[in-house]
């Protein structure tokens, strides 16, 4: 168990320190998928980056598109209900998310994809949660219709992501599940408050909820510490918002290819020799050359 570094000289660069103080409590023991095998990934936007970080090392990934309001673990469970195990749609606002917003076909080719990949790669990106005035859960926010965006609660998304977990299982006993958190911060606070507190709790909400899942040691479930790495390290070695032609939401490729290029490393077989699968990972980042 390593200490907090100290001193300046401790922390040298963002690939150092990640691989140093944030990496190894979650390396798996040994590689767990190969080239061919297909990953699925699902959530926020980092989810699309995982998704186009596979696609460039060859390895076929599909991602489930959708809007931010719905990324949540509930939202994420909501939808998975219906399209997994077959739930009729009865709430208006649930029919019109999933038509309208997620789009049909999408949802069938992502049934299709999750039953036959080999891996699951689940994204938690926001903990807030926006209900109409009797307290019904809405898939998506729409125009004129009166409701509230509540925060809700760890052991209500750790329910949530175990949920999601048994749904995939269930059509897929095999695949293996990857979580992580998404270090992209909310766009905006619910109400007038601060968009910078609002962000922290929900943040905060959601990795305690997945350390809690985590906790449970369901086989073959991992975590990856992508949001650790980028809000934690950011403090130490320098700015990793809104560089290289970034807005201040979104942190510099440069970071995530770090931070993706680790993960191939570790859950991919090398490929034609031991070395393969390094230059793979400096293709997505230089500073692994």
């Not at 898939?139 to 995939?168: F, R, Y």
């Not at 201040?248 to 290029?261: A, K, N």
């Amino acid at each position: 168990i390593e200490r907090y570094p100290r001193s300046k000289d401790a922390v040298p660069s963002f690939r150092e320190a990640f691989r140093h103080y944030v990496l190894p409590p979650y390396i798996p023991p040994k590689p767990i998928f190969s080239r061919s095998d297909a990953i699925v990934t699902q959530g926020s936007c980092f989810a699309a980056n995982v998704a186009k970080t596979m696609t460039a090392i060859g390895v076929k990934a599909y991602w489930l598109e959708i809007q931010e309001v719905m990324n949540s673990p509930l939202a994420n469970r909501t939808y998975l209900e219906y399209l997994l195990t077959g739930k009729p749609i009865t709430i208006k606002n649930h029919k019109i998310g999933l038509q309208s917003v997620v789009g049909v076909q999408a949802l069938v080719d992502f049934k299709s994809a999750l039953e036959s990949a080999a891996g699951f790669v689940f994204t938690a990106g926001l903990a807030y949660c926006w209900f109409a005035e009797d307290g019904e859960f809405q898939l998506v926010g729409v125009k004129g219709v009166p409701g509230k965006a509540v925060l809700t609660t760890t052991d209500q998304n750790q329910e949530h992501i175990e949920a999601i977990i048994s749904m995939v299982r269930a059509v897929n006993p095999a695949i293996k599940i990857i979580l992580t958190v998404s270090p992209i911060p909310l766009t905006r606070a619910p109400g007038q408050g601060s968009a910078f507190t609002a962000d922290c709790l929900s943040k905060s909400t959601l990795r305690v909820a997945v350390n809690q899942v985590m906790a449970q040691k369901i086989p073959d479930v991992y975590y990856w510490p992508s949001f650790d790495a980028i809000r934690w390290l950011s403090g130490h070695v320098g700015p990793l918002f809104g560089v290289e032609g970034e807005d201040q939401r979104h942190p510099g490729q440069s970071y995530i290819d770090e931070i993706l290029g680790a993960f191939v490393e570790h859950f991919f077989l090398p490929v034609r020799g031991r070395g393969l699968i390094r230059i793979l990972a400096s293709r997505l980042c230089p500073s692994m050359g």
